[in-house]
């Protein structure tokens, strides 16, 4: 990353909303934090911890189970859902602290946690996003995970708050957003992520509205061919016509906007921050 100013990528997929009670993804929390528990207190009762060989969780299906949860709550804006993801993920981890994508959920879970908290508590976000940074960081030691190394670019850039952060943890974000397009040439999450940069980085530095657009209509084209393997990340395809919606509205174009928010909640109908809080500041609602 080029720009010694703090890249703001914050708005959160998680916007401001009344917690969803009893949605999809706090029920799948509830129905996975006792199994979690059972394990971790069978597997590290009295001191030195036991083999999970004779455990039935599977860290797969765990991955999976975390997958779906965190999309589901980021979509429905349900802020008590990711809480409840987060402790399951922390959970998981514990009980297989070498197991790649469970790291990488751990450090996605936070980094989601961060994005919710950085306009009301900076402290506690900061605190989340260097937390993700070691689950990211492991999880990238462990397996190369495209999304690990673009979500780890992402963190570091946002904890950026001034010219001395900028020039090392900058400099960390570009490196790790080389290893991601490297990777990941073709991934649509990568460039999605890249664009995100690009909004909220100044034109002299690489950034700007412009070069956003180019890397969200890419992004879409990638998405088309999509289809990772579960449980490999698969989140962003609505969200990327969200911050395309937001750059046609930065850029003056509101109808090409209104278009993108609506093709957002095609792909996920219960999007709130789409629904509640983009579509809104355009005026008139929907296209009938």
């Not at 929390?29 to 083999?51: E, I, K, M």
């Not at 046609?248 to 093709?263: P, T």
Request: net charge negative.
């Amino acid at each position: 990353m080029s720009c010694p100013c703090k890249p703001t990528h914050v708005t959160p997929r998680l916007m401001p909303a009344a917690p969803v009670p009893r949605s999809p993804a706090m029920l799948r929390a509830f129905v996975l934090l006792p199994a979690l528990v059972v394990l971790l207190s069978s597997t590290y009762q009295l001191g030195a911890p036991r083999g999970l060989a004779a455990q039935t969780l599977d860290p797969v299906e765990l991955a999976e189970r975390l997958r779906t949860g965190l999309d589901e709550a980021s979509v429905a804006g349900d802020d008590d859902a990711l809480g409840h993801t987060v402790i399951l993920a922390r959970r998981a981890v514990t009980a297989f602290p070498d197991h790649a994508l469970l790291n990488h959920y751990m450090g996605y879970a936070l980094y989601l946690l961060a994005q919710r908290t950085m306009e009301t508590d900076m402290r506690a976000a900061h605190a989340s996003l260097e937390e993700a940074e070691s689950f990211l960081e492991r999880s990238i030691e462990l397996q190369p995970i495209a999304e690990s190394h673009a979500l780890l670019s992402s963190a570091l850039g946002m904890r950026i708050d001034g010219a001395a952060s900028a020039m090392s943890l900058g400099m960390r974000s570009g490196a790790a957003m080389g290893r991601a397009k490297a990777l990941g040439p073709d991934n649509p999450r990568v460039r999605l992520l890249e664009g995100i940069s690009a909004f909220h980085t100044p034109s002299m530095f690489g950034g700007g509205h412009e070069a956003a657009l180019e890397h969200f209509l890419a992004a879409i084209e990638l998405f088309a061919e999509d289809a990772p393997k579960p449980p490999l990340p698969a989140w962003g395809h609505a969200e990327t016509y969200a911050w395309l919606g937001q750059t046609h509205a930065a850029l003056g174009r509101s109808d090409e906007a209104r278009a993108a928010y609506e093709r957002a909640l095609e792909l996920e109908p219960g999007y709130v921050w789409v629904r509640e809080a983009l579509l809104p500041q355009l005026g008139g609602g929907l296209t009938p």
